[in-house]
């Protein structure tokens, strides 16, 4: 059985989009888009049985503007809404989710996924069940690949960090977030230069995965009280997941033949209109996460 965790933040229409992208899936139980809008449910009760728990992440909005969501999905039953009232962040919102979905079922797989992510490859988890069979991994992180740029944004990075390129990182975050005031178009800039790790066209183990979408294996789920940990408000959960792995023998699995659409961070864009708090955003929470990570692979010892 398989399971999805959807991280639900800003606008509907881009969550309904994740949701139909999933029901549209060859091996899941066919239901047309008219029906899936008219609230209807499937037609019938054959294919693959699936369970898709949206946390609703939008603390912001109103219990009205919040319902609309509820609401829109009441009478589908493999839909279920997760309302957090509290502020979280992506670990904590992920880890809520991720605790209520294991008390629903036995899953095998469960896949977690920004709302702006949408699954175009019909035959994606019959590929995630043959792939973990010859594979045997833990986790899965298939080819994210951006709607807007063409960028393969998975894997992030093909090891974790040194504590010089940390130090380096929290630093200049924290200097970047001091000079914005007066010089964001220069800071912005910057970060825009910043070059990630080459994009692999090859099957490669050890990666850190992007955390826009990934596979949780049934060994990691049965073990595994949280899927973050420690947690971060916002970056590097992907490093510390990566990290726990490590430590605890889990394999990282990254195969490019597996392949999301992610559009750009929508959510995120739509939370910091202006470029100056979307800066801020960034670079704040950026420097924060990478202490938490630091302290995690390093101890106190910063130096």
Aim: hydrophobic share 35%; charged share 30%; net charge neutral.
């Amino acid at each position: 059985m398989f399971g999805f965790i959807i991280l639900h933040y800003g606008d509907i229409s881009v969550t309904d989009k994740c949701i139909k992208s999933i029901l549209a899936l060859e091996s899941v139980r066919s239901c047309s888009v008219s029906e899936l809008s008219d609230n209807s449910g499937f037609p019938d009760d054959s294919g693959e049985k699936v369970k898709i728990l949206v946390i609703d992440n939008d603390s912001d909005k109103t219990d009205q503007e919040r319902d609309e969501l509820s609401r829109r999905y009441k009478d589908i039953p493999e839909v279920e809404i997760l309302q957090i009232k509290e502020k979280a962040g992506f670990s904590h919102a992920n880890n809520l989710g991720y605790v209520r979905i294991k008390e629903q079922s036995d899953f095998d797989y469960l896949i977690v996924a920004n709302n702006d992510i949408t699954f175009e490859q019909k035959d994606f988890l019959k590929n995630v069940s043959e792939n973990h069979e010859k594979y045997k991994w833990d986790i899965l992180s298939p080819d994210v690949l951006s709607s807007s740029s063409g960028e393969h944004q998975s894997p992030i990075a093909t090891k974790g960090r040194t504590k010089a390129e940390l130090n380096k990182t929290i630093f200049l975050n924290k200097l970047f977030l001091i000079l914005l005031p007066i010089a964001y178009k220069i800071v912005g800039k910057k970060l825009k230069s910043y070059k990630r790790e080459g994009f692999t066209d090859r099957r490669k183990t050890g990666i850190v995965p992007c955390g826009a979408c990934f596979v949780l294996s049934k060994s990691f789920i049965h073990d595994e009280a949280r899927i973050f940990d420690p947690e971060t408000e916002f970056y590097y959960e992907e490093y510390i997941l990566h990290e726990r792995c490590r430590r605890k023998g889990y394999t990282i699995m990254y195969d490019p033949s597996m392949q999301v659409i992610h559009a750009d961070g929508v959510s995120t864009k739509g939370r910091a209109e202006k470029e100056k708090q979307r800066l801020k955003f960034l670079l704040g929470h950026t420097a924060k996460s990478a202490e938490v990570y630091r302290k995690y692979m390093y101890g106190n010892e910063v130096l």
